[in-house]
T-cell receptor, first 112, second 115 residues
Framework: GNSVTQMEGPVTLSEEAFLTINCTYT??????LFWYVQYPGEGLQLLLK?????DKGSNKGFEATYRKETTSFHLEKGSVQVSDSAVYFC???????????FGTGTSLTVIP | NAGVTQTPKFQVLKTGQSMTLQCAQD?????MSWYRQDPGMGLRLIHY???????DQGEVPNGYNVSRSTTEDFPLRLLSAAPSQTSVYFC??????????????FGPGTRLLVL
């Protein structure tokens, strides 16, 4: 079946530190992969996506590369800011079917 | 464009009461869905719809009903509220159900407390 496993949090980093949030998936075929961000009190919004193997999604300094060989889509940012404090969700949309599958979310707190 | 709107933002119910969570989108999206978000469990799909008149169950449909009489609206009904339904509910939409590349657009959520 389809599933997403995400690094457990919470994660606390100092400003300007390097961020990695791990995400691995199980799916048949070639799913599309997404990272969503949820700021406090808000709904989820798309951060970045990749739709085929070796694609790199990027936005607002965040990057993730679709690795078919390791079934991974790790989120990275070189220098985090206090404003990046949020919950991050990894998700997939499978090759066949009609629903998204989400990880459990990783809470990030960036301290000045 | 208002995007995806949800009402109410917050609701307190007593066990056994019923209520409807409203969701509307003004983007002419085919696909709409309802999720619940609980600590440590991420988002779980309750029901979804691939177009007006068509609905289907997700991972956790028990205790909830949906209908899709128009493209714009996708209300979620709690038939007889239970404390286990205390959660944050999100409605989402996307242009089509079949495209792998399209993202979902989420509403701001409804926080429900069942006493």
């Amino acid at each position: 079946g389809n599933s997403v496993t995400q690094m457990e949090g919470p994660v606390t980093l100092s400003e300007e530190a390097f961020l990695t949030i791990n995400c691995t998936y199980t799916a048949t075929g070639y799913p599309s992969l997404f990272w969503y961000v949820q700021y406090p009190g808000e709904g989820l919004q798309l951060l970045l996506k990749a739709t085929k193997a070796d694609d790199k999604g990027s936005n607002k300094g965040f990057e993730a590369t679709y690795r078919k060989e390791t079934t991974s889509f790790h989120l990275e940012k070189g220098s985090v800011q206090v404003s990046d404090s949020a919950v991050y969700f990894c998700a997939l949309y499978p090759n066949t079917g009609n629903q998204f599958y989400f990880g459990t979310g990783t809470s990030l707190t960036v301290i000045p | 464009n208002a995007g995806v709107t949800q009402t109410p933002k917050f609701q307190v119910l007593k066990t056994g009461q019923s209520m409807t969570l409203q969701c509307a989108q003004d983007m002419n999206h085919e696909y709409m869905s309802w999720y619940r978000q609980d600590p440590g469990m991420g988002l779980r799909l309750i029901h979804y719809s691939v177009g007006a008149g068509i609905t289907d169950q997700g991972e956790v449909p028990n205790g909830y009903n949906v209908s899709r009489s128009t493209t714009e609206d996708f209300p979620l009904r709690l038939l007889s509220a239970a404390p286990s339904q205390t959660s944050v509910y999100f409605c989402a939409s996307r242009p089509t159900w079949w495209s792998r590349q399209e993202t979902q657009y989420f509403g701001p959520g409804t926080r429900l407390l069942v006493l």
